[in-house]
């Protein structure tokens, strides 16, 4: 056993080495986001004038996933500086030390963000919902809340859901009667959990699971359902872009916050700070939420937008009236056990 | 090729050039091991290196016997019995202490979390309200005051049984077994046992694809190694041109043509067979369909250049000597095309356990195979110590095959020509 150790130790040891070798030479800052129409977006109000204004800088994207950024950290080859994550990497990776400390001094000072999207690792970039999607132009009869997503004989046709149980089970338990804020203490207990998967029983048949954000707004697209769950923003896109007649229902809606993040070790922490700096200045927030219909983190870029546009974000007080935060505590604590669960009950 | 040589070679032959012929030999052996040595090198460190490292994660447990070491030393002799005595308290409150201020104790509610569902609270909870070492003699009143679960077995045993160094926890969990409070290896709970539904659905989808695979790429290969060159090397174009497609291009034509709005269901309404649009995606179907689409290639190459190398001559002698179509087919054509038949379904086989985009994007929820929860719980939940133990189970479930399959065609050397 011991040996066994210190073969992998040594070879670990090996790799690593041959890493840092090629890792050592300086490199510009590199900014990883989540690609697709958002990172357009970004790069148009965040990258581009900010290379512009002085520093050289590159873009990735990724898609998540904390393992990624355990191994990238751990194994001392980190090509990456700042980065979007979402709510639950931000938690695990604070946890594990992947992140160095958000030294807010540096960036306007904590009371310039909003208090839920300040963190000891890292920073608010966006709010988002998962929101109920429907094609205007096929459902003459627009759906008003989760209750409606599982009603098929009113409104027949497929439904669109997340694989997995995050987001499942709430909207499950939501349609059943459950009010938004009671969502998480119910799910906590055994019988809410029996409630939820009772009443996803009852359209079992009619869902088409998707798996990445692009899909819903293709699965609308096609026809193939009739109400999914999606992002809000690809909605819009979808709108803006594609010329589409998409709706949606904020009631109900599950919102969660992605944060920036610096990985530990970064060799380009000022030109980070400066970074995080930039794109934490309402007037360039505002710009984004011009651009796709995100929610941002400082206070004061709602006050930079016209009306029609706060209207559709996720942060504009109408639309967080009857919406719930994905609970963070809730999902590390579970996760494992209700994703097992999840399969369990899908492959019945 | 020389080795068999010299062994067979006259035995009354002169033993001093009997051994100028081994020395000869071993030169050559190790010139030719020469050769392969950077390649030797490159499996070692990317492949061998991490294979090893990965099985070692998963029966590696460090998490609780670094943040809680004086704990884990204070419950080495612990019967399990009872809740442990105060010492046990005393050291875990300094540990959970000691934890907090170095910013470890998620680390070690992590990993306890797994045996005990809800350790996160507790831990968390208990760091968060332990506000100073309690006074020597009342460490078990202060934590069970803090959260009553700490006056429970069941969280000690947690403990206990995460103590490491080793640990065989993942591995179990990965064929749905866990150790109780009093450390006997039972069944896991019902609603969280479905690692062996998933390796039997794995293998029962991957059987299928192989035996569709089988169906289809046999008469295929059969054209493309009877008609005449040209017409041959055009049809092998069809073969090879999606062969050399992105995978993730193909699976998403399938959705564009299976779709309920979709290519197929469109002919069919059109033409009136149905008025309802049939389900042939996101189901069982449509993994069936894309994985075996996607890995024909795989069948019809092997089957192909086996083909290849039967002479016509043996089925027209068979004709000659009164047999059947069928009988020399069966007789005198399939045994040669074993060969290829045994490597196209090992190479499919292999390589449709392994799946993962195509049943994600095709199938329904209950359509997910191994590779699915494997890149589930090493990106999202970081939980690598089960992603290596359903990779070891996966890794061990393909050695058996492969050596099942090198003992069914062994002695059956593929040469690639005349086997006389």
């Not at chain 1, 006050?303 to 935060?325: G, I, Y």
């Not at chain 2, 061998?48 to 070692?56: C, F, K």
Request: proline letters at 5%; glycine letters at 8%; aromatic letters at 10%.
């Amino acid at each position: 056993m011991s040996k066994l150790k210190v073969a992998v130790g040594f070879l670990a040891t090996f790799t690593a080495g041959v890493a840092l070798a090629t890792a050592a030479q300086a490199r510009d800052l590199t900014v990883v986001s989540w690609g697709g129409a958002y990172q357009e977006a970004q790069k148009k109000v965040y990258f581009e004038p900010f290379k512009k204004a002085g520093t050289p800088m590159n873009d990735e994207s990724w898609d998540g996933g904390i393992g990624v950024l355990r191994a990238k950290v751990q194994g001392g080859a980190a090509t990456w500086d700042v980065v979007q994550v979402e709510s639950e990497e931000l938690a695990v990776g604070c946890e594990e030390g992947l992140f160095e400390t958000m030294e807010f001094s540096k960036i306007g000072g904590e009371q310039a963000y909003l208090p839920q999207t300040v963190d000891a690792c890292g920073v608010g970039a966006i709010v988002y919902d998962f929101v109920l999607g429907y094609d205007k132009d096929k459902l003459k009869d627009a759906p008003k809340s989760w209750a409606d997503f599982f009603d098929t004989t009113k409104y027949p046709g497929k439904r669109g859901l997340r694989q997995g149980a995050k987001t499942t089970l709430e909207i499950a338990l939501m349609a059943d009667g459950v009010a938004p804020k009671d969502v998480y203490k119910v799910l906590g207990t055994e019988e809410g959990l029996e409630r939820a998967f009772k009443k996803l029983d009852t359209i079992k048949n009619d869902i088409v699971w998707w798996k990445a954000g692009a899909q819903p707004p293709q699965l609308l697209a096609s026809g193939e359902v009739a109400m999914t769950s999606v992002y809000n923003g690809r909605i819009d896109a979808a709108n803006k872009a594609e010329k589409k007649n998409f709706g949606m229902v904020w009631n109900g809606a599950l919102y969660t916050i992605d944060s920036w993040v610096i990985l530990k070790g970064s060799p380009n922490k000022e030109a980070a700070y400066k970074f995080l700096d930039f794109v934490g200045k309402a007037e360039n927030q505002a710009k984004l939420s011009e651009n796709i219909a995100y929610g941002t983190s400082n206070k004061d870029a709602p006050s930079k937008l016209a009306p029609a546009v706060l209207k559709d974000l996720p942060t504009a007080p109408d639309n967080m009236k009857n919406a719930v935060e994905i609970s963070v505590p809730f999902w590390l604590e579970n996760i494992d056990r209700l994703t097992e669960r999840f399969n369990k009950w899908a492959a019945k | 090729m020389t080795a068999a040589f010299v062994a067979g070679a006259d035995a009354s032959s002169e033993v001093p050039l009997k051994r100028r012929l081994k020395r000869a030999e071993r030169t050559r052996r190790l010139k030719a091991l020469a050769l392969i040595l950077p390649l030797l090198l490159f499996l070692l460190f990317t492949f061998l290196g991490p294979i090893a490292g990965m099985l070692w994660r998963s029966v590696d447990d460090w998490e609780v016997r670094q943040v809680l070491p004086h704990t884990v030393a204070a419950l080495a002799d612990w019967d399990g019995k009872d809740v442990p005595g105060e010492p046990a308290f005393a050291a875990l409150a300094g540990d959970i202490r000691t934890a907090r201020d170095a910013g470890t104790v998620a680390i070690a509610s992590k990993r306890l979390n797994y045996a005990l569902n809800g350790f996160r609270t507790i831990m968390a909870g208990t760091a968060r309200n332990l506000k100073t070492l309690p006074e020597p003699g009342t460490a078990k009143d202060t934590l069970i005051g803090i959260n009553p679960a700490w006056g429970e077995r069941a969280t000690w045993a947690a403990i206990k049984g995460a103590s490491g160094p080793l640990t065989s926890f993942y591995l179990l969990g990965a064929l749905d077994l866990t150790r109780n409070v009093d450390g006997a290896i039972v069944a896991a709970p019902e609603e969280q046992a479905i690692y062996r539904d998933v390796f039997g659905r794995t293998f029962t989808i991957s059987f299928g694809v192989t035996a569709l695979c089988l169906i289809l790429g046999f008469p295929v290969a059969y054209m493309l190694a009877t008609l005449p060159t040209g017409q041959s090397n055009l049809l092998m174009i069809f073969v090879l041109l999606p062969f050399w497609t992105s995978l993730l291009v193909r699976t998403c034509a399938w959705i564009v043509v299976l779709q309920s709005e979709g290519i197929v269901n469109d002919s069919l309404r059109w033409i009136g067979l149905i008025d309802e649009p049939l389900r042939l995606i996101y189901n069982r179907f449509g993994v069936y369909v894309a994985m075996t689409h996607v890995l024909l290639p795989f069948m019809i190459l092997p089957l192909y250049s086996s083909m290849r190398s039967i002479s016509p001559a043996y089925m027209r002698a068979a004709a000659s000597l009164g047999a059947s179509p069928v009988t020399a087919f069966l007789r005198i054509y399939l045994p040669q095309t074993v060969p290829g038949i045994g490597a196209g379904s090992l190479l499919v086989f292999i390589l449709a356990i392994g799946y993962y985009i195509t049943p994600a994007l095709v199938g329904g929820a209950a359509d997910q195979m191994i590779s699915y929860f494997i890149a589930f719980y090493t990106t999202e939940t970081v939980n690598w110590g089960l992603a290596s133990a359903l990779g070891a189970v996966l890794l061990l479930a393909t050695l058996l095959l492969a050596v099942v399959y090198g003992k069914l065609v062994h002695g059956q050397q593929v040469t690639g020509g005349m086997k006389n």
